[in-house]
């Protein structure tokens, strides 16, 4: 298969987003994001291939900070799994996406066998983070967001670090908001706390 770069040439008119007809078949897909240097890739629930520049220093810096402390919390249990920002997953919806950190439950990889976790599970997270980048829109993060707990996920934080608040998804309730010192986890991982001020502390220079 050809490289994405060979697909589409890299300059600044290239698009974030291409319809290929016909549309990559789900293995064609992971073929490609393995053989991508240049972007990260998702697929809407539409069919639309989505490209992602690779993130920035700060927002880097973020999503260390972030998975450091979510892994650090699961050392306390171990059951389950995390993932980090490079972790893809083929939803029931057709979409494939990408969140920032992600946790799953031990019930839902129960039956999964190692060749189906070394490639992109078939599964939605439980517990999903997205941590907003200078070049992010809102909206679509926003929305990105809701197909995550139409899919399955059970809580979900839209972290954005540069007006310093955290939206916090629920199924069945309206996004709440937070901007303390701290955030804490319920439901799939009760008992974690994000410090926030760690965070935010990624984006000073």
Not at 4 to 15: E, F, G, M, R
Not at 144 to 151: A, D, G, L, T
Not at 165 to 186: L, M
Request: net charge negative.
């Amino acid at each position: 298969m050809e490289t994405v770069s060979a697909l589409l040439p890299i300059d600044a008119a290239t698009p974030r987003s291409v319809v290929l007809d016909p549309p990559l078949t789900d293995a064609e897909l992971e073929a490609l994001c393995t053989a991508s240097d240049w972007f990260r890739l998702e697929r809407s629930r539409e069919g639309k291939i989505l490209m992602h520049p690779p993130a920035g220093g700060l927002t880097s810096r973020g999503n260390s900070e972030i998975g450091f402390q979510l892994h650090s919390w699961w050392m306390t249990h171990k059951r389950g799994m995390v993932f980090d920002s490079s972790g893809t997953f083929f939803l029931a919806d057709s979409s494939m996406l990408s969140p920032d950190a992600s946790y799953v439950l031990p019930n839902k990889l129960r039956g999964l066998t190692k060749d189906e976790l070394t490639g992109f599970p078939r599964l939605c997270p439980d517990f999903v983070i997205e941590l907003l980048s200078i070049s992010d829109s809102l909206p679509k993060a926003r929305e990105k967001m809701e197909r995550w707990i139409e899919n399955g996920a059970t809580l979900g934080w839209l972290i954005d670090p540069y007006k310093k608040k955290v939206y916090v998804y629920v199924p069945g309730s309206e996004t709440a908001i937070e901007s303390g010192n701290t955030v804490r986890g319920q439901g799939p991982v009760e008992g974690f706390t994000l410090d926030l001020d760690e965070l935010w502390r990624c984006y000073e220079v």
